[in-house]
């Protein structure tokens, strides 16, 4: 009996040892809503706290929650300073580090907010009838900028009669006559421009700074004194026709007074003074009309005199800037070969690392973008992200290691196992080019064993994808497969060169680099030849639809977003000034061979690979009629095909948590229907 006692003791000591041993499950498509992500940090002047935005997801409302949370840099002291259903945003810290601004829709709509930090006493400083942006401190702390959109009445082209009491007639005509009359994401456009507004800290009537029928939506900032914003706007009288000609504009807040600080065709954005208020810092390129173009780094005086490039040698997009404290380097933030960083650059161009591994915001694929602040003292807090865990807060400074002060996500990854990710390069087929791409594998990844492959190609086409984590992608891991994905010629973060070796030869050699990873794959020795499957969302479903029009190598493919006529496209998306200008030699009724030349229709009738179309119905990027033109010419063909249209969704399929969920499981339910089953 006692021997018996002491085997049962023995079983109950190592039992936790053993289920720890044991593989935690993988992620379910019902993770999505337990995802958890950090957004906009921002540090306090003095260098000591940051306030971040910390977003969950709730189930039963199908989108985001935003509250704000503050850290303590030194002891990581972590609190909550809202709470609720309701979302909260873009905090800014006062000059003096005591009190905080945010945007809240609290109480229906989306209005500025007032905090003491030492007290938690709020109050509500608009009542607005439309969303305000970019909120911004004067340099005194006295005043509040912000961006607003102002309708524009109309007058009825024709007066009809009016409809009797309670009658039941059709709705009234939508009257157009804008050129980008619609927008992704946001739907059909309401006439308007966006203007710049100061309020004063105590409330009161906003008082509208800019004028005319311009839009005043880019960014903007103080100068030292309180006296002018510099804004972002394109105020020419084409604008409509030439929408990247933006310039600096310098606005008197006194009387709205506005003159142009650049003049050069081409963008100019991201106005920074310099603290002395000597020296403009600004981000742009001169247009040359390329489908990339890097955005570059430039110094102006204050009056816009003797601009000059300062970023020369990077060969990388600035995305980001700030000023440093000593009025003769910037802060910026870039990505290079897949990752993002944030360096300091002084005005000679030369640049020091500070941090990598910024981004974490795109939830469902491995896409660059993230933020960053920096304090008077260099203190300087960025959303951090890895191929483990989306956007989570960290903080570094100068000569000091980095600190990831957040693991929002440990409550889920602590109980599920996620594919391990490995970097690969190969040297393309075409031109012996070296290309960037990374695998991800199974949870419980055997070597000996044969698995399927899956490609997964990113839209953009100038984006790029890299070491991040991505709901999607490891999802389709946990399902079986080991996960390919890479950043063919055309993508960001290699160079313009690169970039523009697609320039009007979109799709082109990125099919051949393509391939060129797929059997770099299947070299590794543990993939299935016969059991290969394809799909990519936007410019990867152009290129999805293009692979499958070339080769029958794949089993199966899933084609998301696409588009497969370039000449329809062109004229139907929701920026038609800007596509036929930038990707094409001109108009397609004078190009029309180039644009078919390109257009993934034209091969449709090679396809004989299985084919998915799944698109969001409320899609004006890559309308839905692009996947209803190739899912009739499937059909016309007889290929065995299929057309998932995601309801109440453009093209950010994945914005909603349900949404995501949609997409990852239609595209694995038909992988599924042709996977053989001794690969499941």
Same mark, same amino acid.
């Given at each position: 009996?006692?021997?018996?006692?002491?085997?049962?003791?023995?079983?109950?000591?190592?039992?936790?040892?053993?289920?720890?041993?044991?593989?935690?499950?993988?992620?379910?498509?019902?993770?999505?809503?337990?995802?958890?992500?950090?957004?906009?940090?921002?540090?306090?002047?003095?260098?000591?706290?940051?306030?971040?935005?910390?977003?969950?997801?709730?189930?039963?409302?199908?989108?985001?929650?935003?509250?704000?949370?503050?850290?303590?840099?030194?002891?990581?002291?972590?609190?909550?300073?809202?709470?609720?259903?309701?979302?909260?945003?873009?905090?800014?810290?006062?000059?003096?580090?005591?009190?905080?601004?945010?945007?809240?829709?609290?109480?229906?709509?989306? $209005?500025?907010?007032?905090?003491?930090?030492?007290?938690? +006493?709020?109050?509500?400083?608009?009542?607005?009838? @439309?969303?305000?942006?970019?909120?911004?401190?004067?340099?005194?702390?006295?005043?509040? +900028?912000?961006?607003?959109?102002?309708?524009?009445?109309?007058?009825?082209?024709?007066?009809?009669?009016?409809?009797?009491?309670?009658?039941?007639?059709?709705?009234?005509?939508?009257?157009?006559?804008?050129?980008?009359?619609?927008?992704?994401?946001?739907?059909?456009?309401?006439?308007?421009?966006?203007?710049?507004?100061?309020?004063?800290?105590?409330?009161?009537?906003?008082?509208?700074?800019?004028?005319?029928?311009?839009?005043?939506?880019?960014?903007?900032?103080?100068?030292?004194?309180?006296?002018?914003?510099?804004?972002?706007?394109?105020?020419?009288?084409?604008?409509?026709?030439?929408?990247?000609?933006? $310039?600096?504009?310098?606005?008197?807040?006194?009387?709205?007074?506005?003159?142009?600080?650049?003049?050069?065709?081409?963008?100019?954005?991201?106005?920074?003074?310099?603290?002395?208020?000597?020296?403009?810092?600004?981000?742009?390129?001169?247009?040359?009309?390329?489908?990339?173009?890097?955005?570059?780094?430039?110094?102006?005086?204050?009056?816009?005199?003797?601009?000059?490039?300062?970023?020369?040698?990077?060969?990388?997009?600035?995305?980001?800037?700030?000023?440093?404290?000593?009025?003769?380097?910037?802060?910026?933030?870039?990505?290079?070969?897949?990752?993002?960083?944030?360096?300091?650059?002084?005005?000679?161009?030369?640049?020091?690392?500070?941090?990598?591994?910024?981004?974490?915001?795109?939830?469902?694929?491995?896409?660059?973008?993230?933020?960053?602040?920096?304090?008077?003292?260099?203190?300087?807090?960025?959303?951090?992200?890895?191929?483990?865990?989306? +956007?989570?807060?960290?903080?570094?400074?100068?000569?000091?290691?980095?600190?990831?002060?957040?693991?929002?996500?440990?409550?889920?990854?602590?109980?599920?196992?996620?594919?391990?990710?490995? @970097?690969?390069?190969?040297?393309?087929?075409?031109?012996?080019?070296?290309?960037?791409?990374?695998?991800?594998?199974?949870?419980?990844?055997?070597?000996?064993?044969?698995?399927?492959?899956?490609?997964?190609?990113?839209?953009?086409?100038?984006?790029?994808?890299?070491?991040?984590?991505?709901? $999607?992608?490891?999802?389709?891991?946990?399902?079986?497969?080991?996960?390919?994905?890479?950043?063919?010629?055309?993508?960001?973060?290699?160079?313009?060169?690169?970039?523009?070796?697609?320039?009007?030869?979109?799709?082109?050699?990125?099919?051949?680099?393509?391939?060129?990873?797929?059997?770099?794959?299947?070299?590794?020795?543990?993939?299935?030849?016969?059991?290969?499957?394809?799909?990519?969302?936007?410019?990867?479903?152009?290129?999805?639809?293009?692979?499958?029009?070339?080769?029958?190598?794949?089993?199966?493919?899933?084609?998301?977003?696409?588009?497969?006529?370039?000449?329809?496209?062109?004229?139907?998306?929701?920026?038609?000034?800007?596509?036929?200008?930038?990707?094409?030699?001109?108009?397609?009724?004078?190009?029309? @061979?180039?644009?078919?030349?390109?257009?993934?229709?034209?091969?449709?009738?090679?396809?004989?690979?299985?084919?998915?179309?799944?698109?969001?119905?409320?899609?004006?990027?890559?309308?839905?009629?692009?996947?209803?033109?190739?899912?009739?010419?499937?059909?016309?063909?007889?290929?065995?095909?299929?057309?998932?249209?995601?309801?109440?969704?453009?093209?950010?399929?994945?914005?909603?948590?349900?949404?995501?969920?949609?997409?990852?499981?239609?595209?694995?339910?038909?992988?599924?229907?042709?996977?053989?089953?001794?690969?499941?």
């Amino acid at each position: 009996m006692l021997y018996k006692k002491s085997l049962q003791f023995i079983f109950i000591l190592f039992l936790p040892v053993l289920l720890w041993s044991q593989q935690l499950p993988s992620l379910s498509l019902l993770d999505v809503y337990s995802l958890e992500y950090v957004s906009d940090p921002q540090v306090s002047p003095a260098g000591n706290q940051v306030v971040y935005v910390r977003n969950t997801m709730d189930i039963m409302k199908d989108g985001p929650i935003s509250n704000l949370w503050v850290v303590d840099i030194a002891s990581g002291e972590h609190r909550p300073l809202t709470a609720g259903t309701q979302r909260y945003s873009s905090p800014r810290w006062s000059p003096d580090g005591k009190r905080l601004l945010f945007l809240s829709s609290r109480d229906g709509s989306t $209005e500025i907010y007032l905090r003491w930090m030492d007290t938690g +006493a709020e109050t509500k400083l608009t009542n607005l009838s @439309e969303s305000p942006g970019g909120i911004q401190w004067s340099p005194d702390g006295t005043q509040i +900028a912000f961006q607003l959109e102002v309708p524009i009445p109309s007058t009825p082209l024709t007066k009809l009669p009016s409809p009797p009491e309670d009658a039941k007639w059709a709705p009234a005509p939508k009257y157009i006559d804008l050129l980008q009359y619609r927008s992704d994401g946001v739907g059909y456009l309401n006439p308007g421009f966006t203007h710049l507004f100061v309020v004063g800290v105590e409330g009161g009537t906003p008082r509208q700074i800019t004028q005319g029928e311009f839009n005043h939506g880019g960014d903007f900032c103080w100068t030292p004194d309180g006296k002018f914003l510099l804004v972002t706007a394109n105020r020419h009288p084409q604008a409509a026709y030439d929408p990247l000609n933006t $310039e600096i504009y310098e606005v008197a807040v006194s009387n709205g007074a506005t003159k142009a600080l650049t003049s050069r065709q081409g963008p100019d954005g991201h106005p920074a003074i310099s603290p002395d208020g000597r020296l403009v810092a600004y981000t742009g390129f001169d247009d040359r009309y390329q489908g990339y173009q890097v955005t570059q780094l430039y110094v102006m005086n204050r009056d816009g005199s003797n601009p000059r490039l300062v970023s020369k040698s990077l060969d990388r997009d600035v995305d980001d800037l700030a000023w440093a404290a000593d009025n003769k380097s910037l802060f910026i933030q870039y990505d290079s070969e897949g990752d993002t960083y944030l360096g300091r650059i002084d005005l000679s161009g030369q640049v020091s690392t500070l941090a990598t591994q910024i981004g974490g915001l795109s939830l469902g694929r491995p896409y660059g973008g993230g933020s960053f602040s920096v304090a008077k003292d260099g203190t300087f807090a960025f959303t951090h992200t890895g191929p483990d865990h989306p +956007a989570d807060l960290a903080v570094g400074k100068a000569g000091q290691p980095v600190r990831r002060l957040t693991q929002v996500n440990a409550d889920l990854f602590n109980q599920r196992t996620l594919g391990a990710v490995e @970097e690969i390069w190969v040297n393309s087929s075409f031109d012996s080019r070296r290309v960037q791409g990374w695998l991800i594998k199974p949870p419980g990844f055997d070597p000996a064993k044969k698995y399927p492959l899956l490609l997964e190609i990113h839209g953009g086409p100038f984006s790029n994808y890299g070491p991040r984590f991505t709901m $999607e992608l490891q999802l389709f891991a946990a399902a079986g497969y080991v996960v390919l994905y890479t950043n063919p010629r055309g993508s960001t973060s290699y160079g313009e060169a690169f970039g523009n070796l697609i320039h009007h030869n979109y799709p082109g050699q990125d099919y051949d680099d393509l391939m060129t990873c797929v059997d770099a794959a299947i070299g590794k020795g543990y993939i299935d030849p016969n059991q290969l499957y394809i799909t990519g969302g936007s410019g990867g479903g152009v290129l999805t639809a293009w692979t499958i029009g070339k080769t029958n190598r794949f089993r199966a493919a899933v084609v998301a977003k696409p588009v497969i006529n370039w000449y329809s496209f062109v004229l139907h998306a929701d920026n038609p000034a800007f596509f036929y200008k930038y990707w094409f030699p001109g108009f397609p009724w004078e190009n029309t @061979e180039h644009y078919m030349q390109r257009s993934p229709i034209s091969l449709v009738g090679n396809v004989q690979t299985p084919t998915m179309l799944l698109t969001g119905e409320q899609d004006y990027r890559t309308p839905i009629s692009e996947s209803e033109q190739y899912y009739a010419a499937l059909k016309l063909r007889q290929v065995d095909c299929a057309m998932v249209r995601i309801q109440e969704s453009g093209h950010g399929i994945a914005n909603r948590p349900s949404n995501l969920m949609n997409k990852v499981g239609y595209i694995l339910g038909w992988f599924d229907k042709y996977r053989e089953k001794s690969s499941k």
